[in-house]
Nanobody, 121 residues
Framework: QVQLVESGGGLVQAGGSLRLSCAAS????????MGWYRQVPGKEREMVAA???????NYADSVKGRFTISRDNAKNTVYLQMNSLKPEDAAVYYC???????????????WGQGTQVTVSS
C-alpha cells in the first residue's frame, strides 16, 4: 500500500504565499517523478510543477517565477512554495508520484487526496 498525504492548503489573500507538502509512505522502492497538479470544477486537471529524483524541474507557464517545487528524496517528500498568489491559482491541488514498489515492478502513478487552495482578491 502506498499513501500520499498532502498538507498546507488554505485561504490566503492575493499576493500572499502558501507552502504545500506531500509525503509518500508505504512500500516504495523508488520514486522517479513527484509533482503537483491542480483542478477547478468543470476543468481538466493540469500539471503545475514536477521534479525528478535528480532535481530537474518543469513548470506550467502560468506559475513560472512564482512557484518553486523542491524535493527531499530521503523523506519521499515534495514541496510547492507558492508566492504572489492570484485568484486564478485557486483550486484543489493534488500531489502525484510516479514510483516503483519493488525493484522488479513497473512504474505506476499514485495520487494524494487533494488540498484546497483559496485565494481571495
Amino acid at each position: 500500500q502506498v499513501q500520499l498525504v498532502e498538507s498546507g492548503g488554505g485561504l490566503v489573500q492575493a499576493g500572499g504565499s502558501l507552502r504545500l507538502s506531500c509525503a509518500a509512505s508505504g512500500r516504495i522502492f523508488s520514486i522517479s517523478v513527484m509533482g503537483w497538479y491542480r483542478q477547478v470544477p468543470g476543468k481538466e486537471r493540469e500539471m503545475v510543477a514536477a521534479i525528478t529524483s535528480g532535481g530537474s524541474t518543469n513548470y506550467a507557464d502560468s506559475v513560472k517565477g512564482r512557484f518553486t517545487i523542491s524535493r527531499d528524496n530521503a523523506k519521499n517528500t515534495v514541496y510547492l512554495q507558492m508566492n504572489s498568489l492570484k485568484p486564478e491559482d485557486a483550486a484543489v491541488y493534488y500531489c502525484n508520484a510516479r514510483l516503483t514498489r519493488y525493484s522488479w515492478s513497473r512504474e505506476s502513478d499514485y495520487w494524494g487526496q487533494g488540498t484546497q487552495v483559496t485565494v481571495s482578491s
